[in-house]
């Protein structure tokens, strides 16, 4: 009897793990062993992947995807220890990747005076004026967000449309004010900070920049592109290292609590000091960065041959650092007039731009991109900046033959020639693009370019993407603020704050836009394999939204929340009751 009991267990227990065997591969299963950690039900699941397929649920084992299926299938994969959301029919998808923004850049402008809401110079200078009394004398007063070409009059004085520092100076005498353009390829700075710069009717303009004068020669007070720096240098900082990295820390706490709030799981980051990538590290070590970060490396062309090869980094602390591309800057913005045109500027014609690192070092920096197996990601904003760019790309990828598929990539690219359009997907170069920009920039860039150049050039999604190009998506923050709903509405609509819609037709669809938002960002960094799109096997980094942004009506995308914001399995960010 024993013995009879005993192959009939025998046979039952095979039985069990072949009907076992079966469910998992159906992405069901029975047992606490085969439980899910985490499981979405009873929504929208837009998975990204090649065939855009949809589904209602999804489990997560560890910080992986583990299946994905009906309502009834992932269910069985729920245990006593499963953390499990109801979905309430609401959308989920790939966790946003921001394509290019400033991490450190979005926590310092939380430290700092917000310009991005005054609506003239007038109610800035009032805003420092408040600062002042409030502060120390001789204590720094900074703030960031300010575009003139956004406020509701012209300031009165003005030099090239930009305001003069006089009315900063007479609120702010004892205290050195420096307020940065939107763009940060510009500032304005109050007379007491010029003074501690040594800034005076002798002082030349530095390489790549301008200290902006007046038909006297008077300084205005603002610093176009690396004249900067003067000034910035002048402000001393933290006294301590101990005091510096405090402060660096919390910069790196506010930044990732805004990010995932808005729904992002992955931020490129476009342009940090070793320093700041070693901080990013030992945030990981801690467990202290509850986001991943993708990282370019941003100093010399000497700093960068000491310590490229030490450096680098893939997938460090399961996946939440990879510190692998290098950013430069060959021009600057439109908005202060430093990006670098073929032709002069159409409200300006004795301006071309800037170009802000002289070529022969571009060419250096990337034979050591190659070198070390690095990708090159240039900020290209002008189209003689872009060609230059391309040009140098060509040369190099000529000179390297046997490298094949580099990702370098041109951040930007925000206004091409029609001659250089083609020449992306040729070579194939990403566009890393800013879908926002456009928007935010409509109503003014005709001024700037004239209408032919405008049409022909700026921010020509749909012709990038015929040419094969890979095109990417973010906001470029703190320029604009990192929420991906607010970017992705700008790429399907295209539409400016007066109604008017900007040269309609390099719209992209609905998906197009989450793709530029999620898989392409993904391939942008070598990361499709591990992100981008919600597959089995591929980390779980899930967005959840309150609106489906791939149908509901377009006026209705802009007034879409985050839900929730899920970074391997676990839930980050959970909107508020």
């Keep these: 009897m024993i013995r009879f009991i005993s192959c009939f267990g025998i046979i039952s227990l095979l039985f069990t793990f072949i009907g076992c065997t079966q469910n998992s591969e159906l992405g069901l299963g029975t047992g606490s062993a085969n439980a899910a950690d985490l499981v979405l039900f009873n929504g929208k699941i837009v998975t990204v992947d090649k065939s855009d397929t949809e589904v209602q649920a999804i489990a997560v084992k560890d910080d992986k995807i ?12 729920i245990g006593p220890e499963t953390k499990s959301i109801d979905l309430e029919g609401k959308l989920a998808i790939p966790g946003f990747m921001e394509g290019h923004g400033h991490f450190m850049g979005i926590g310092n402008a939380q430290m700092i005076l917000d310009l991005t809401k005054p609506k003239n110079f007038d109610e800035i200078v009032a805003m420092v004026a408040e600062a002042v009394k409030k502060a120390k004398p001789g204590e720094w007063i900074t703030g960031r967000g300010w575009h003139q070409d956004k406020w509701d009059k012209k300031p009165e004085p003005s ?8 009315k900063l100076s007479e609120v702010s005498p004892d205290n050195p004010v420096l307020l940065t353009h939107a763009s940060g390829h510009g500032a304005i700075a109050n007379a007491k900070a010029m003074e501690l710069a040594g800034i005076d009717a002798n002082t030349k303009d530095p390489d790549g920049g301008e200290i902006l004068r007046d038909e006297q020669g008077k300084a205005t007070g603002f610093m176009r592109e690396t004249a900067q720096g003067l000034v910035g240098r002048a402000n001393k900082g933290p006294e301590t290292d101990e005091e510096e990295e405090a402060q660096a820390r919390k910069m790196a706490e506010l930044a990732a609590k805004e990010v995932l709030s808005k729904g992002i799981t992955t931020f490129q980051d476009a342009g940090s000091s070793f320093a700041t990538a070693e901080l990013f590290k030992q945030l990981v070590d801690e467990k202290k960065m509850p986001l991943r970060l993708w990282v370019m490396i941003r100093t010399s062309n000497d700093d960068l041959e000491k310590n490229l090869e030490k450096s680098r980094l893939i997938g460090y602390g ?17 908005g202060s007039r430093g990006a670098w045109l073929l032709e002069p500027y159409s409200d300006a014609e004795h301006l071309k731009g800037l170009n802000l690192i002289p070529i022969e070092d571009v060419k250096k920096t990337a034979e050591l991109a190659v070198k070390y197996d690095y990708q090159l990601c240039i900020h290209a904003i002008g189209d003689r900046a872009n060609r230059e760019v391309l040009d140098i790309f060509e040369e190099s990828f000529k000179a390297n033959s046997d490298k094949k598929d580099l990702r370098w990539r041109v ?26 920009h456009c928007t935010s920039d409509g109503t003014w860039v005709p001024d700037r370019l004239g209408d032919k150049r405008s049409e022909e050039g700026a921010y020509v999604w749909q012709k990038l993407m015929k040419s094969g190009a890979l095109v990417t998506n973010g906001t470029d923050a703190p320029v604009e603020d990192v ?26 669809s609905r998906i197009e ?25 591929k980390l779980a980094d ?14 209705q ?11 391997g399995g676990k839930v980050e960010y959970q909107k508020a009751e």
């Design 318 to 334: 399961d996946n939440r650092l990879t510190v692998r591309a290098i950013k430069l800057s060959i021009d600057g913005a439109l």
């Design 557 to 567: 995308i802009p007034s879409t929340e985050v839900e929730y914001t899920i970074v």
């Design 542 to 555: 899930i967005t959840v939204l309150s609106k489906d942004i791939l149908t509901v009506e377009e006026d």
């Design 159 to 166: 030099f090239e449309g930009l305001p003069l520092h006089d």
């Design 411 to 436: 951040e930007h690219a925000q206004h091409l020639n029609p001659d250089d359009i083609p020449r992306f997907g040729k070579l194939g170069v990403i566009a890393s693009m800013q879908g926002v």
């Design 483 to 508: 929420s991906p709903i607010a970017s992705y509405y700008s790429t399907v609509s295209r539409k400016l704050k007066d109604g008017k819609v900007f040269y309609p037709d390099q719209k992209m």
């Design 66 to 77: 583990v299946a994905l299926g009906t309502d009834a299938e992932i269910k069985a994969r």
């Design 513 to 537: 836009a989450l793709r530029s938002y999620t898989i392409n960002v993904a391939k942008s960094g070598f990361e499709e394999e591990l992100k981008g799109s919600l597959e089995i096997g």
